[in-house]
C-alpha cells in the first residue's frame, strides 16, 4: 500500500464522536461494541481514540496510513461498479483483534508508528478523480474506528459525484450506525466465521452484534453490501459451520446477497496452519448453492467462480480473472438471455 501524494504531516487531534464522559475521569467510548472505557491520556482498544483533557479525540481524522488504487473487485465486490478502480484509503489501528490479520503492519500499529500523512477529508475525491476513480472504499484497516473522517469524506465525495465503500468486520454499535452507514452507497462485510468460540479465541470479540449489523444493513439502509467469509483450515472449515452460515444468510438476508468464500494464507500470528486447498473453497460454494444462495464466489484462487452467472437460465455474465473483468454481458442489470434482473449497483 504506498502512498500517491507528497502530504504534510497531520496538524492536530480532532474531537471525536461517540463518546461521554464517566464519573471517575474515564471516557467511555460507545462506537463499537467493546465500549472501551479510557483513562486520562490512555487510548482504546483500536489505539488512535484516545482520552486527553477529559475529552475523545481521533488521531486517525485525516490522517491515512495507506492510500492506493485498486479494481473494486479486490474489495471483493462483484456486484458494484464492476471494472471500475476504487481510491483506497486506511490508517492505523483495529478494532478487532484478529490474529490472522493480513494488513497487521497498519492495524496492529499505532498512529505515530506508521507513517501516516495529512489529507483533509475535502481533498480525497479529488485524489480519487485524478486517478481515474469511480468510488472512495475505507479499507485496510478497520473504517469504524475512523467513522468522522468517513463521514467527512462521504458529504466531500458527493459533490464529486463519486460512490463511497466500507470494507468491514462489521463491529459496529446502534447509536453509530446510521451517523456513518446513511452516508456510504456499498460495504464487504466480513464474517470471519460462524461460532462464537472462533470470534472470541481468534478475534477477541463476539459474533452476534455482527449479525446484528448485517441485518441493520439489509432492513434500515440502502447500502450495496457483500459478505465475505475467509476460510482458515481447521479453524472456520468444518462443512456444517458453513452450511449454518448460508442457512443464516438465506433467512436473515435473502438469497441474493454475494457471498465471498476467500482463501486464507499464513500471516500474522496463524503461520502456523497452512494455506486453504482451493477443494474447500468449491466444497463451501456447493454447500451455500444447495442452501439456495444465488452468487456465491471464490477469492484468493484462479477460479471460474469467480465469475457471475444468471441464477435463473446459468448464463455467464461477467467472466474475471482474478480482480480483472474481462467480459460484461450485462444489459442494463439483466441477464442478456432471459432478462432476469441481476441485483446490485452496475453504472453510477
Known amino acids: 500500500m504506498s502512498d500517491l501524494h507528497i502530504l504534510q504531516k497531520s496538524p492536530s487531534l480532532h474531537e471525536a464522536l461517540w463518546w461521554a464522559p464517566d464519573p471517575d475521569g474515564r471516557i467511555h467510548c460507545y462506537l463499537c461494541p467493546r465500549h472501551c472505557h479510557i483513562g486520562p491520556g490512555q487510548s482504546g482498544f483500536c489505539f488512535i481514540r484516545v482520552n486527553q483533557g477529559g475529552k475523545l479525540f481521533s488521531l486517525g481524522y485525516a490522517s491515512p496510513a495507506a492510500l492506493q488504487v485498486d479494481p473494486i473487485e479486490k474489495k471483493p465486490l462483484s456486484h458494484f461498479l464492476p471494472g471500475t478502480k476504487v481510491f483506497s484509503i486506511g490508517t492505523a489501528g483495529c478494532n478487532m483483534g484478529c490474529f490472522f490479520c493480513q494488513n497487521w503492519d497498519i492495524s496492529k500499529s499505532h498512529q505515530d508508528q506508521v507513517n501516516s500523512k495529512h489529507l483533509p477529508p475535502e481533498q480525497v475525491p479529488l485524489l480519487a478523480l485524478q486517478h481515474g476513480c469511480d468510488s472512495i472504499a475505507f479499507t485496510y484497516n478497520e473504517p469504524t474506528i475512523w467513522g468522522e473522517y468517513i463521514i467527512d469524506i462521504c458529504k466531500a465525495a458527493k459533490l464529486h459525484g463519486l460512490k463511497t465503500v466500507m470494507v468491514t468486520n462489521g463491529y459496529i454499535t446502534r447509536e453509530a450506525f446510521h451517523d456513518i452507514y446513511d452516508q456510504i452507497d456499498a460495504a464487504n462485510v466480513d464474517l470471519k466465521a460462524f461460532t462464537e468460540n472462533f470470534y472470541g479465541k481468534i478475534t477477541l470479540t463476539h459474533l452476534q452484534p455482527v449479525l446484528d449489523m448485517l441485518t441493520w444493513l439489509k432492513n434500515e439502509t440502502r447500502v450495496w453490501f457483500e459478505i465475505t467469509n475467509l476460510i482458515i483450515p481447521t479453524l472456520n472449515d468444518d462443512p456444517a459451520e458453513t452450511r449454518k452460515l448460508a442457512e443464516w444468510i438465506l433467512a436473515h438476508l435473502g438469497p441474493d446477497v454475494p457471498l465471498h468464500f476467500t482463501a486464507f494464507h499464513p500471516d500474522f500470528k496463524l503461520r502456523d496452519k497452512p494455506p486453504t486447498p ?71
Open 278 to 348: 482451493p477443494r474447500t473453497l468449491h466444497r463451501a460454494r456447493e454447500i451455500t448453492r444447495e442452501v439456495g444462495l444465488h452468487f456465491v464466489y471464490e477469492g484468493n484462487i484462479f477460479s471460474e467462480a469467480a465469475n457471475t452467472y444468471c441464477p435463473s437460465c446459468n448464463a455467464l455474465l461477467i467472466r474475471r480473472s482474478w480482480h480483472d473483468v474481462l467480459t460484461n454481458h450485462l444489459r442494463a442489470g439483466n441477464c442478456p438471455h432471459c432478462h432476469t434482473p441481476i441485483p446490485g449497483i452496475w453504472s453510477l
